[in-house]
Every structure is written in C-alpha cells, then in structure tokens.
C-alpha cells in the first residue's frame, strides 16, 4: 500500500477507530488487540477528512505494519517434503490432505514447479488407489505446468505417471504413446534417473502385451545406463529395481534357472528395496522353486513376501501369495487343514477389500481342497 501523509486525500478509514489514539505505541498496541479481534482494516471511500494530521498519520503506520500471511514457497516445499514422505511409506489419505490443501493457493500464483510437484504426487496417488482416469488427468495437468516453465525433466516425468496409469488401466496403446513422448522429452536434457525410470515402465509395457524382445530390450537398455551411472546415489536402487524387473521376464519365459540367479542376486543385495519390492521378490522366488520343484522352500518364501506384503499394505500382493501358498499346502505338499484355513483367510481378505474376482477365486479354491477332503457336501 502506497501510505500517503497528505491526509487531504488520503482515502480510507479504520474500522473499529480509537480517536483517543495520540502515539505510535499506541497506535501498535491497538493493531495487536484489533488483529486478535479480527477487526478489519479496509478502504471504504475516497477524500474522508479526519480530525488530525496526526490520526491519519497512525492510520499510516498500521496499515503499513500490518503483516501479510501468504505462504512462502519454502513454507510450500516443506510441506510437499512432508506430503511425499507420507506417500512413499503408503500414508496415501494423510499425504493427499496436504497435497489438496496446498494445490489452490499454489494456482493462485504464477506456475512454479512445485505446483507441478504438487498434481504429480496427487497423480501418483490416485494411480495407487486405482483412479487411474484421475492419475491420468494430474499428470497431463503437471506437464502442461512444466511445459509453461520449460522444465523437460518435470514434463518428462510427468508424461511417464501418465502412461504409468494408462497401463495399471490395461490401455497399453495410449501407454506406449506416452512413455515414448517421455523418453524424448528426456533425450534432451539427458537426466540418467528420468531415462531409468521410463525405460522400465515401458518395459514393463511391453511385458503385459507379451512383446517380450522389446520388453527384454527396454530392460537391457536400462542396466546399460546404470552401468555408465553406476556413482551415482540412486544406481544400486534401480539396479536392484531392473533387475527384479528382468527376473520376472525370464520367469515367464520359462528360464527358470536364470530367473532364479537373478533374483538370487537381488535378494543378496536388498538395499534401496522398499518393503513391496521385498514382497515382489519373495513372491517370485516362491513361484520359482515351485516350478523347480521344491515346495518347501516355495513356501518359505510365500510366508516371507507375505510378511513384506503386510507391512506395505498390499493387499493385492498379500492375496496373490495366501492363493499360492494354498495351492503349494495342496497339491504339492498335501496339507489339506492348512490350504482350507489359507483359502479361507484370502476369501476373508478380498471380501474385506470388496475384490469379487479374488473372493470368487479363492472360493473355488476352498471348494477344490473340500472336494480333496471329500467333504462333498460343503464342496
């Protein structure tokens, strides 16, 4: 506010005013007692003629005085430092909280990278609880805020949580397309952890649609960038995160052997994991001595990636290893109480999370071990 001493045209007045008010202490100790009041300070008209010179001068002085509590972008960074810890550890309710509170005031203001921060972790997110049209929708929101700052890493990864959601949705087309426009919105600034990241979801692309040369291609591609940025902080993690990736495709290939080395290796290693990558592991090797065929060690490792499985809060993982662990007390072992009791805790559990594919599977999993016990009747 330009604060004028011509009290001739000064235009304003106070609300709440003290025409007993003669010094600036006093005129201070009002302020303060005004503010806890929430009495408002405001312009009402133009050329109001006050009593004295000295009133309009204290007017002056408070309104000048007064603060303005706007948030400052390093209160906003600290606040998205909070939101994304409490998303990586699963807190997805108490992080979008944050997310949602800060959003408008950032949209208030010019666009800033911590508006793109913001739409991509509330993208990532709405991918996590499965509102992948919604992830979709924040990422195209954040790289057109990147786009307006010419920031190619933000756009980039952007892009990537975007064709991330496209293909948790099974829209592999539209995945590709934006895994592509990311990889060479990338290029061109060349960050190495951006690059990593994409090649391994569009690996993964191509996994789900059984282009395995491209799949085992984007992966390749991937280890050889690692190698060139082995120094580098994050390297071990991603390394470990390829290679886990890499496992899996040579799973269903059929080369169970060198699946199994792979993931040996993983396992040896398992710094940088999160604990859902610690189940996926488990869950892999399990799958693996299965089909080597040792059943007991198959379930020494479903136990294990239950265990990770649990402290992530998967219930997708958790749901997927209670139906092997069944079948492995079943059909491999011949323990058919403990696959009943097993069966029966998975259908519990998808019915809880309202999954009617998982509870109808795990039903008919229940009735086939009943049928074994010739239970017939409850079959």
């Not at 609300?15 to 405001?42: C, G, M, V």
């Not at 139906?323 to 805790?345: E, S």
Request: net charge positive; proline share 2%.
């Amino acid at each position: 506010m330009d604060c004028k001493t011509d009290y001739g045209v000064f235009g304003g007045l106070v609300r709440r005013f003290n025409p007993r008010i003669r010094t600036l202490q006093q005129a201070h100790w009002w302020q303060k007692e005004a503010s806890s009041n929430d009495a408002e300070i405001y312009l009402l008209m133009p050329f109001v003629k006050y009593k004295t010179p000295i009133q309009v001068l204290l007017v002056c002085a408070i309104l000048c005085a007064r603060p303005i509590s706007a948030p400052s972008q390093e209160d906003f960074k600290a606040q998205l430092a909070r939101a994304a810890a409490l998303r990586q550890k699963g807190s997805f309710a108490e992080a979008r909280v944050i997310y949602e509170a800060v959003l408008p005031k950032l949209k208030a203001h010019r666009a800033s990278r911590e508006l793109g921060e913001t739409l991509i972790g509330l993208s990532k997110i709405a991918n996590s609880e499965g509102h992948y049209d919604l992830a979709v929708a924040r990422a195209h929101e954040a790289a057109q805020v990147y786009q307006g700052l010419a920031d190619k890493d933000g756009e980039a990864r952007a892009s990537n949580d975007a064709g991330l959601a496209y293909m948790n949705s099974g829209a592999y087309t539209e995945a590709t397309r934006e895994l592509d426009m990311a990889l060479n919105l990338n290029s061109q600034i060349g960050n190495a952890e951006t690059t990593i990241t994409i090649l391994n979801d569009l690996g993964s692309v191509y996994f789900y649609q059984s282009k395995y040369a491209e799949s085992f291609g984007a992966y390749d591609a991937a280890l050889q960038r690692l190698a060139k940025s082995s120094g580098e902080p994050w390297a071990q993690r991603w390394r470990q995160f390829t290679l886990l990736n890499l496992g899996a495709l040579y799973q269903k290939l059929g080369n169970y052997q060198r699946a199994l080395s792979i993931n040996k290796e993983v396992e040896q290693s398992p710094e940088g994991l999160t604990q859902g990558n610690l189940g996926h592991l488990h869950a892999n090797l399990g799958v693996l001595y299965r089909r080597l065929g040792d059943p007991q060690k198959a379930l020494a490792e479903y136990r294990k990636a239950e265990h990770f499985f649990g402290l992530d809060h998967d219930m997708d993982g958790e749901l997927g290893v209670l139906k092997n662990t069944g079948i492995v007390l079943a059909l491999d072992l011949g323990r058919l109480k403990d696959a009943l009791k097993t069966f029966t805790t998975a259908r519990t559990l998808a019915e809880k999370t309202k999954d009617r594919r998982e509870a109808m599977q795990s039903m008919l999993y229940r009735a086939e071990t009943l049928y074994r016990m010739e239970r017939f009747a409850e079959a």
